[in-house]
């Protein structure tokens, strides 16, 4: 038990120390504060005299209002110094936008000036996509409206729409839609020229000496025969290069049926081709074919020769359509008048 109360004499005078070190404490910052309060309050007075026998004026003032005549007076210097600096701020900040707004504006003009270019081309090409189109015999709706590009001299000004849009962007707008819906018939136009291309091969449309050398020397029809002297109904078109051993090529894609050796035509290949096309290619030194074989146009598949009844080496060519015979020369004019028709 005594071990307890010692404890607690022990804890009290703990407590009264630190009470008496708070008390000291407020009475030392109350001090403080009185010192400063009489300071703050102390009077003082200035006296104006002037210079004449004009009445003395005295001011009397304290320290605090002192303070804060100068806490004013440097806030409102403060502020007009705030307000310069802003104000510089400002004003370089603005010659700055209307730097850049003049690039903006030079970039708009050029670009306005580029699209009227741009439309100008779009028109040409809107033209000639109708010709092409009409000539392919494909029927096509993809106009560009009035209201799309307009009048040219509409570009000399910038325009608004109701939206605050610039009309250019309005009319790129459109342009884009129109080259959009331009794909469809220029991809049938391919289409087109792709299936036109594939027939070609089909059908026996080029010449048919490699590299196109040689001249005609006997059309196709009514002729002298060369050995009897009579009239007689050519059935082909003789080719000559005036010499022998010169390539001969296939006419169109096709199978070999026939690749043999007769008295009148000395060796000579047969072709089929599709749509009911045959060929033949006779008077040859020599053949590079087989029957059944497959060739395709522009292969070669023979020399010109002398063989069979012939004087001189020449290639004689006939086009059959089923049993009838036709003029060659028809079809090797074929790929250059469709060619110019493109």
């Known amino acids: 038990m005594a071990s307890v109360h010692e404890y607690k004499r022990l804890e009290n005078k703990i407590v009264q120390k630190i009470k008496n070190v708070f008390v000291i404490a407020a009475g030392i910052v109350a001090g403080i504060l009185r010192s400063i309060g009489k300071f703050l309050t102390r009077r003082y007075t200035l006296v104006f005299v002037p210079h004449s026998e004009k009445r003395v004026y005295n001011l009397h003032i304290t320290v605090i209002s002192a303070f804060c005549f ?173 010499r022998a051993g010169d390539p001969v090529v296939a006419t169109a894609d096709g199978q070999v049926v026939t690749a043999e050796y007769s008295y009148d035509f000395g060796y000579y290949i047969i072709i089929r081709h599709k749509h009911g096309y045959y060929t033949r290619y006779a008077h040859l030194s020599n053949y590079r074919v087989y029957v059944g074989q497959r060739v395709q146009q522009g292969e070669v598949i023979g020399y010109i020769g002398n063989t069979g009844i012939s004087t001189g080496p020449h290639l004689h060519y006939e086009v059959h359509i089923g049993s009838d015979v036709v003029d060659p020369y028809r079809y090797i004019t074929i790929r250059s008048t469709m060619t110019k028709g493109r």
């Open 70 to 242: 100068f806490l004013v007076v440097f806030g409102i210097f403060g502020a007009f110094f705030l307000y310069g600096t802003t104000y510089s701020s400002s004003i370089y900040t603005l010659a700055s936008k209307d730097g850049r707004q003049k690039d903006t504006q030079a970039s708009l003009d050029q670009l306005r000036d580029e699209t009227t270019m741009l439309f100008r081309e779009v028109r040409n090409f809107e033209s000639a996509l109708s010709d092409v189109l009409s000539a392919l015999g494909i029927n096509s709706k993809n106009t560009m409206s009035q209201d799309a590009s307009g009048d040219l001299s509409s570009f000399l000004g910038i325009r608004e729409t109701t939206e605050g849009q610039l009309q250019e962007v309005d009319d790129i707008r459109r342009l884009s839609a129109y080259i959009s819906q331009a794909v469809e018939p220029i991809k049938e136009i391919g289409s087109l020229l792709d299936s036109q291309s594939t027939m070609l091969t089909e059908i026996p449309s080029i010449w048919p000496v490699k590299n196109g050398i040689g001249n005609i020397t006997m059309f196709f029809g009514h002729n002298i025969n060369p050995i009897s002297g009579q009239y007689y109904i050519h059935k082909g078109i003789d080719i000559a290069t005036y």
